[in-house]
Nanobody, 125 residues
Framework: QVQLVESGGGLVQAGGSLRLSCAASGRTFSTYKVGWFRQAPGKEREFVAAIRWSGSSTYYADSAKGRFTISRDNAKNTVYLQMNNLKPEDTAVYYC??????????????????WGQGTQVTISS
């Protein structure tokens, strides 16, 4: 069984930064892809960014490019999402998810088998 725990959310002003963490336990993630998704009130959950656990390949949604950076620390089994220049429209619950399959990075929720409980990010204007 895979467990994912997000942390690092909070309330910040527009233009500020936050770093989210996704700590994984229960399995070896050497081949897992890990993604970040978010869900704002009244909206569908959307892809934000993803990374291969054993490589350096990353992929970002257009809304995240240039402001967010996904990275990982394999020794700590943790994936990070550094978010800079935050905007009110970034307000959402942020979830990390793991995809154990091989192949390219996916942006669809259906491609991820394991999910964390989410962490709230609120950006004030």
């Amino acid at each position: 069984q895979v467990q994912l725990v997000e942390s690092g959310g909070g309330l910040v002003q527009a233009g500020g930064s936050l770093r989210l963490s996704c700590a994984a336990s229960g399995r070896t993630f050497s081949t897992y892809k890990v993604g970040w998704f978010r869900q704002a009130p009244g909206k569908e959950r959307e892809f934000v960014a993803a990374i291969r656990w054993s490589g350096s390949s990353t992929y970002y949604a257009d809304s995240a490019k240039g402001r967010f950076t996904i990275s990982r620390d394999n020794a700590k089994n943790t994936v990070y999402l550094q978010m800079n220049n935050l905007k009110p429209e970034d307000t959402a619950v942020y979830y990390c998810a793991a995809d154990p399959s091989l192949g390219s990075i996916g942006t669809s929720m259906d491609e991820y088998d394991y999910w964390g409980q989410g962490t709230q990010v609120t950006i004030s204007s």
